[in-house]
């Protein structure tokens, strides 16, 4: 039910969205140099890696400089990536993840694989189910590189503390997850973006 859910929606999206996606994608490859996608390497349902897309909102080779993004004037981010991230419109891309099987509309985000290989036996388990674009703990830290970029040691915040409690969450979530909770956090998610 659930991925039957997941890929009528994703492709419904991509359908109704495609002239939004595409006026977006060339505003990101004339505002500034690199691709208007950025593909990066995450870990996904059964701790395998698979390949997340999103729009580019960041300069070319600003990964290089870390991977946390900390605060709103990040010096790494485009113009329009502002706006972009803002909005959550730089996830949109990931319909085509959630079409491919790779994603779902709803689960834990998927994180980086340095982070996974930290995670204990217990909160392996939130790779039990496919990640998703959207859940709690993205809408609980939604001001997240706010919140590191007050800490004197980004990385380290991020790893024992905020990475630890968007974990507890989708522990909790995965305990009793349908349908209708699902459609409680996307309706959630949209009022934090409207809000944000």
């Known amino acids: 039910m659930k991925r039957t859910f997941d890929f009528f929606f994703s492709l419904l999206g991509l359908i109704v969205l495609a002239p939004i996606l595409f006026l977006t994608f060339i505003f990101v ?25 999103k729009f580019r909102t960041m ?41 491919k099987g790779d994603m779902s509309f709803v689960g834990p985000r998927p994180e980086l694989r340095k982070y996974v290989n930290l995670y204990t036996k217990e909160q392996l388990k939130v ?3 496919r990640p998703g674009i959207t859940d709690l703990a993205s ?5 997240e590189s706010q919140i590191l970029a007050q800490q004197e040691c980004p990385e380290r915040y991020y790893r024992d503390v905020i990475l630890l409690s968007k974990i507890s969450i989708n522990l909790k979530y995965l305990e009793n997850r349908n349908l209708i909770k699902d459609f409680l956090v996307i309706f959630k998610t949209i009022k934090a973006v409207l809000l944000n």
């Open 29 to 53: 490859k004339v505002s500034s140099k690199g691709h208007g996608f950025y593909v990066q390497s995450r870990v996904g349902r059964n701790n395998t890696d698979f390949d997340i897309v």
């Open 59 to 99: 300069n070319e080779g600003a990964s290089k400089f870390g991977l946390l993004t900390i605060g709103d004037k990040d010096p790494r981010i485009t113009r329009i990536g502002y706006y972009l991230r803002k909005f959550k419109l730089d996830e949109l891309p990931q319909l085509i993840n959630v079409i």
């Open 127 to 129: 790779l039990d189910v």
């Open 139 to 143: 809408i609980v830290y939604r001001n």
